[in-house]
């Protein structure tokens, strides 16, 4: 049994790219939130690894298998989260018990694996029928998370299930027709956004209208960035990081906090280390060895390129203010365990592959 | 399309085709990115370097100070007191295990709770502080204050705490406020609430959050290059909540709680003339201040599993069968179709029957009334006139004249949590029980019974139209202008005061079922009505209610107004498990009534009983 478990090794190309990743991340942590918040996090990513690790063991064909039970039961989580969430006595309870955050994070992965498995044996690119399927399996889970109400994390877990339509192969033209349906759709959109979100979005757009709040937080962020220079000010001499004048420097803004401290050469080597890791990621995707590995690889990998876009999209003010952490290098916990959990399948389509061949 | 077969080399083409032009997108995007970047902190960056080292000011919120909440007579019902509440942030302490630990020989914190603390402090952000006690005594004030050296981390804050001036009397319509939920948080805009603010849970604190509330302010800190503070001023002051002012009399609501003495249940006064709700409580009540900052989980399951249910709000959520109160809108419905004059009568032989059946349904006097016209009917209420009136009007205008009333209707009271109800009709028969309506259940609608559902609310708005010969003010509890609305249909003005007449007899003629609340000083119109309580088993349907356990007794029902001539009061009054109206029901109602007569009208006490 120990030898059925622990015989595959995650790929050590990309384990090497995250670890360094990692190790960076913590870095510039330290710098933003102290000794106290490296700790915390060195815990959180041992057991963020431990998982990768332990998933690396699953033969691809389980998650195969289990992808409708586990697509129900995060499913039955939104509701749950739904009915029971409010109902308890005060605001505490459902914090404490992490369940609010959980049900739609764990949609990030469980979706991509229920569109992957409904594409898994016909033939593709899939016809009308099979995306009609997708297309209710997707709006249910973003439905539910949009009903919270959470409309930045709903519209990414709907992302994450289009990437998997995306990759199945459906037409230019359909593509095409989508993107210009969904830029036609924000008027009509616009109607349904709550009237804080739709001043984000003005803010956005007029940075200045809003000095106290996300314009302040966004203003500050750029010119944390810009003051950084090409070589920044250095490791903890950040004035803006440690003068408290960014906001949530350890979350949302680290990005910001590395651009200061560590500079455009910072922020170059950070991409560049992404960019390793995206590309690792596409490979394995290309050479996995059925339809369901490959949608699902290809499709946890864009999300994660989507997370790291949007965030220092976000950051720098080419984007709105969503609250999407930076992928590996934020502060928090469950995005963190989300992210290498989704890394953990990845390597384990790899790992298996390589046995079988061999 | 028939099945298509799956062509592996095919599907990796295309999936490689895509992954590519992923690669390709990926790799643009970033170069955008990172042009971006580029832009700012080359290019821009003699810009933005001056902007940082001319950084010096630091803008943070103002909270507002929430509305207070007074009576219609300027008494205060809700107010905010400064309170101390001690913090830690994780990140400046030096040994927190340890420092939490040696706190709590300065501040009492129960084992249970500092566990939970504990726990809290592994999800709060390490440079967000966290509220470790709140409401600290004036002792614990000061010896933290001679200790504060040896806790860097631990910093005591002053906060507006709300506090309820009469949190028994008002517990359910003015509410509570507890912290800020998340599901609450997301749903506002965040430049107006902070995480960790009070928001309305229950009752008026929730229904006018947003007013109560406010905007907040914003405060300038300017400091120096190595973070030290040099001055401070106040950029925008905040918006503080707007008051309210209710239409509530705060002694009469203190006299209707305490007229049900022990007995549960609900009593709401209006003013038919403009609809303003003078007094509405739901007994028992509870203690609302002790959810303010927290209550505990054994306090909570108390009250949770109290089988009195103190924190059910009756006077909007609880449903009842209206009982024989129904009857004088069923005589009005009559009188409106003239299937009955005031001068029709009818034999009442103690029970009804439809045409061809053979169920019998019975007056509540053996032997029955005798010959009765619709006065009389109303104050013996006797059933059979109103079984066969309803019989005659038949369901659908039954529901079509009883809608407009708002029985089974969202009243739209400004209190949060109204419950609907329900209104007997085919149509919901059919939605709910999928069944067809039987005419059976018609004649027992007369009486109000059977398939109703109806809030005490509902019966106050109808009861003020009806006090008020068809003036529809809607009921609200917060002083504002509202337009009146109107019935649908005209009712005649004879046909009103005839129905007035009735409901006068029930309690001041010598055949009157209430003759008992009669005041010798003005007069009182009414009307008594039982709800029928389920889940009775088999063998308890013949006992008598006096030998039932008092949870499965019949609910008491009373309605009344006064003076009969021109209303001034109308008052809706449930007594849970009081077993018949007239017995339970209506002392509350008059005692509610003689309070604000006596407190209106130079009246001599000597009338009370």
């Not at chain 2, 009735?502 to 609340?517: D, K, L, Q, W, Y």
């Amino acid at each position: 049994m120990n030898k059925r478990f622990f015989t595959y090794m995650p790929d050590p190309t990309l384990m090497i790219l995250l670890l360094l990743l990692i190790s960076y991340g913590l870095v510039v942590l330290y710098s933003a939130g102290g000794i106290v918040l490296v700790e915390r996090q060195a815990v959180r990513l041992g057991l963020g690894l431990l998982a990768l690790y332990l998933i690396t063991q699953i033969r691809p064909e389980r998650f195969e298998q289990f992808s409708p039970l586990i697509y129900v039961g995060s499913v039955m989580l939104l509701i749950a989260v739904f009915f029971f969430g409010i109902s308890v006595k005060g605001a505490q309870r459902w914090l404490d018990l992490g369940i609010s955050i959980q049900p739609s994070e764990l949609c990030k992965i469980s979706l991509p694996m229920m569109v992957a498995w409904i594409f898994r044996h016909t033939a593709l690119p899939p016809n009308w029928k099979y995306l009609t399927i997708a297309a209710v399996v997707i709006g249910i889970c973003a439905g539910l998370i949009y009903k919270q109400p959470d409309l930045g994390t709903a519209i990414l877990v709907a992302a994450s299930g289009l990437f998997v339509v995306f990759l199945a192969g459906i037409s230019w033209r359909l593509i095409i027709g989508l993107l210009v349906f969904a830029a036609a759709s924000i008027p009509v959109m616009w109607q349904f956004l709550h009237e804080y979100q739709k001043q984000r979005v003005l803010m956005f757009l007029n940075p200045e209208s809003d000095p106290l709040n996300y314009g302040w937080n966004i203003i500050q962020s750029k010119i944390a960035i810009g003051s950084g220079g090409f070589w920044g000010k250095g490791w903890t001499e950040g004035s803006q990081t440690q003068l408290d004048f960014l906001p949530e420097h350890s979350t949302d803004f680290i990005l910001s906090v590395l651009s200061e401290e560590f500079g455009f050469f910072g922020v170059l080597l950070l991409f560049l280390l992404y960019a390793l890791i995206i590309l690792r990621c596409f490979f394995i995707a290309q050479q996995a060895k059925n339809t369901y590995n490959r949608l699902l690889c290809g499709a946890l990998t864009l999300i994660f390129f989507v997370y790291i876009t949007i965030n220092a999209g976000m950051i720098s003010g080419v984007l709105p203010v969503v609250g999407v952490p930076l992928p590996l290098v934020s502060y928090g916990g469950t995005s963190m365990l989300t992210l290498l959990a989704s890394f953990g399948i990845i390597t384990a389509v790899h790992s298996h592959k390589k046995l079988i061949q061999q | 399309m028939g099945r298509q077969l799956k062509q592996p080399s095919h599907e990796k083409r295309i999936f490689t085709e895509r992954i590519v032009f992923s690669i390709v997108v990926v790799l643009l995007v970033f170069a955008l990115l990172l042009s971006r970047y580029f832009y700012l902190q080359v290019i821009k960056h003699e810009s933005y370097k001056i902007q940082a080292e001319q950084n010096k000011i630091k803008i943070t919120r103002i909270a507002p100070t929430r509305g207070l909440i007074y009576d219609r007579n300027g008494t205060l019902l809700a107010e905010n007191v400064t309170t101390y509440r001690l913090e830690v942030t994780a990140e400046k302490t030096t040994n927190l295990e340890q420092e939490l630990l040696a706190i709590t020989q300065l501040v009492s914190i129960e084992d249970e709770l500092m566990a939970e603390l504990k726990e809290q402090l592994k999800f709060n952000p390490v440079f967000k502080p966290l509220v470790i006690k709140p409401k600290l005594t004036e002792q614990e004030v000061a010896r933290f204050a001679v200790n504060q050296h040896r806790f860097p981390g631990f910093a005591i804050q002053p906060y507006l705490n709300r506090r309820y001036l009469f949190p028994v009397e008002f517990s359910h319509l003015i509410g509570y406020v507890g912290k800020i939920n998340q599901a609450e948080y997301a749903a506002q805009d965040p430049s107006i609430y902070a995480k960790d603010e009070y928001f309305g849970k229950t009752g008026l604190e929730k229904y006018y959050e947003q007013q109560l509330h406010g905007e907040p302010g914003q405060l300038v800190t300017e400091i120096n290059a190595q973070g030290k503070q040099l001055t401070q001023r106040i950029q925008q002051p905040p918006n503080n909540g707007t008051h309210l002012y209710l239409t509530i009399d705060v002694a009469l609501q203190k006299a209707a709680y305490q007229a049900f003495g022990d007995e549960t249940g609900a009593a709401i006064a209006v003013n038919p003339q403009n609809g303003e709700i003078l007094a509405m409580v739901s007994k028992p009540g509870y203690d609302t201040n002790q959810f303010i900052s927290g209550i505990s989980q054994k306090n909570y399951d108390e009250l949770a599993n109290s089988p009195d249910k103190p924190l059910f709000d009756r006077s909007i959520k609880g449903g009842y069968e209206p009982g024989s109160t129904i009857k004088p809108y069923m005589a009005l419905a009559g009188l409106y179709h003239q299937l009955i004059t005031p001068e029709y009568t009818m034999y009442s032989n103690g029970y009804y029957q439809l045409p061809k059946q053979k169920r019998r349904y019975h007056d509540w006097k053996q032997g029955g009334h005798g010959q009765v016209n619709l006065v009389n009917s109303l104050a013996e209420s006797v059933n059979v006139f109103f079984y066969d009136l309803a019989y005659k009007l038949g369901i659908d205008r039954i529901h079509d004249f009883l809608a407009p009333f708002q029985f089974g209707q969202l009243t739209g009271i400004d209190v949060a949590g109204e419950k609907k109800g329900i209104l007997p009709s085919r149509q919901w028969k059919q939605a709910n029980r999928n069944m067809i309506w039987f005419p059976g259940e018609t004649v027992i609608t007369g009486i109000g019974q059977g398939y109703f559902v109806i809030t005490p609310i509902q019966m106050a708005q109808a009861l003020s139209v009806l006090a008020s010969q068809g003036k529809f003010n809607p009921l609200h509890t917060v002083k504002q202008d509202l337009s009146p609305k109107e019935l649908p249909f005209k009712i005649a003005d004879q046909d009103w005061a005839t129905v007035h007449d009735g409901m006068t007899a029930v309690i001041n003629a010598p055949n009157g079922t209430a003759r008992s609340i009669k005041s010798k000083a003005y007069l009182i119109a009414g009307k008594s009505g039982t709800s029928q309580v389920y889940g009775k088993r088999e063998e308890d349907i013949y006992k008598k209610n006096e030998e039932l356990p008092k949870h499965l007794r019949n609910h008491a029902l009373f309605i009344a107004f006064a003076p009969a001539e021109q209303p001034e009061i109308a008052v809706v009054v449930v007594a849970e498990h009081g077993v018949s109206g007239t017995r339970a029901a209506a002392p509350i109602a008059k005692s509610i009534i003689q309070s604000y007569m006596q407190a209106n009208h130079s009246l001599l006490a000597e009338d009370n009983e």
